[in-house]
């Protein structure tokens, strides 16, 4: 393919089109990561501890131990009321850098992200996010690949 020179209005439009598709990919690469992101949260909230298992493993969780005796980044689930109150927000729909958010709104989920007075805290939202930045980072990736080869 020839090398030929673009006119500033025609530079102008042909960095539009690749601005506008390259938010429209990376919107989409968002969603796809929020989507992955609510998947893996809810994994994360199925442990298979019961509430009569923790208590004959005298509540390893408990503070008086000095550390979590089990993984404290997986949520047992017992009603699985929290295990089903992810959602999400976003992607955004602005000028401003693409984002979103996923969130638990259940009555528990402040108790076991920053822990009790008796319990320790239980980082889900920070597993959540380790596990969903190399989605995030990869399909964002993937999305500039695309735009650089539509556009070049």
Known sequence: MANRTLS?????KHFGKANSSLRTELTAA??????NGVKLAQLRSSGPYSTA???AADH?????HGSPRIDPG???QQSGVFRSSWQTDGPSRSDTPIS???FNDS????????GTRTMFARPIAENIEKDTDATVFSQSQDAADRIERTFG
């Open 8 to 12: 500033l209005d025609e530079a102008i």
């Open 60 to 64: 390893p969780y408990a503070k008086r």
């Open 53 to 55: 298992m923790l208590r």
């Open 30 to 35: 968002v969603r796809f990561s929020l989507q």
């Open 107 to 114: 009555e528990v989920a402040d108790y076991l992200q920053f």
């Open 100 to 102: 979103g958010l996923i």
């Open 74 to 76: 997986v949520i047992n």
